[in-house]
Structure formats: C-alpha cells, structure tokens
C-alpha cells in the first residue's frame, strides 16, 4: 500500500471520527449548531429559533457525514470495491433526508405567515384583531 493511500485513508478517518464526536454532543443539543439556516440568522432571531430541531438536523446530517466517510476510509484502507455501494446509498438517502427537511421547514414557513395574516413575520397574529372581532361578535348576538 503505498505512503499517500495510507495518508489520504487516515485524514479521511479523522474526518469520520471528528464528525462523529460532533454527534455525539449535537444529540446531547450541546455545542455549536452548524447550519446555514441558524449560522446566517441574526442574533435576536437565533433566540427566537428553534434550537431542537436544528440540532436534530445537524445530528442526522452529520451522522450520515460520518458514516459515509467511515466506509470511505475502510474502502481506501482495503481496497474492497463493493463498499462503494453502501457508500451511495448513504449518499441517497443523506439527499432525499436534506431535500425532505428543506420541503418541510419551507412549507411550515409559508403555513405561518399565511396563518398570521402578516408579512415577514411568521406565526404572530395581531392581538387586537382577534379580540376586536370576537367581541364584535357577541355585541351582535
């Protein structure tokens, strides 16, 4: 096995062990979200974020990050060509997961600011409306 295969295999390893520690604390919600969705938030709407399901996104992405470079680095270290399958497999399944997700947040996004009857601001009603038209209501009645 020559000198590079066994460097590339090693630092493709540490990749798969680096990432791996990072799951193990993102699945304890400890440590730092890396998100763009969260990263490129500002400070006041990163307190309003919902850190719970960043860190179940980050966790399961770089689960699959760390499995698909673990399989990596066995295959550079043995040369079995057949691990390029579940290899790809890892790699479909990581895509439909990050499509899946993208689809869901963009559709739960558009829900809320349908639902608010506002502009730019999801998930918050005006107050005053709600109220004013109930109590309009039992005048009526």
């Known amino acids: 096995m020559p000198v590079q ?6 630092v493709v390893a540490f990749i798969a062990v680096l990432s791996g520690v990072y799951v193990s604390f993102t699945a304890r919600r ?9 990263l490129f938030l500002s400070k006041e709407a ?4 919902d850190k719970k399901s960043e860190y179940k996104l980050v966790t ?18 043995t040369s ?8 790809g497999a ?13 689809i869901k947040t963009d559709r739960y996004k ?15 009603a005006k107050n005053s409306e709600c109220r004013g038209s109930q109590h309009e209501r039992k005048t009526e009645l």
Not at 30 to 38: A, E, F, Q
């Open 46 to 49: 990163r307190k309003r974020a």
């Open 90 to 102: 890892l790699v479909v399944c990581l895509l439909v997961y990050v499509i899946a997700e993208a």
């Open 110 to 124: 558009r829900r809320a600011v349908q639902g608010s009857g506002l502009r730019g601001e999801p998930g918050r």
């Open 60 to 77: 399961v992405v770089f689960s699959f990050i760390s499995a698909i470079f673990a399989f990596l680095a066995l295959r550079i270290f």
């Open 30 to 38: 400890k440590g730092p979200i890396l998100s763009n969705t969260y």
């Open 80 to 87: 079995w060509a057949w691990l390029y399958l579940p290899i």
């Open 5 to 10: 295969q066994i460097v590339v295999g090693c």
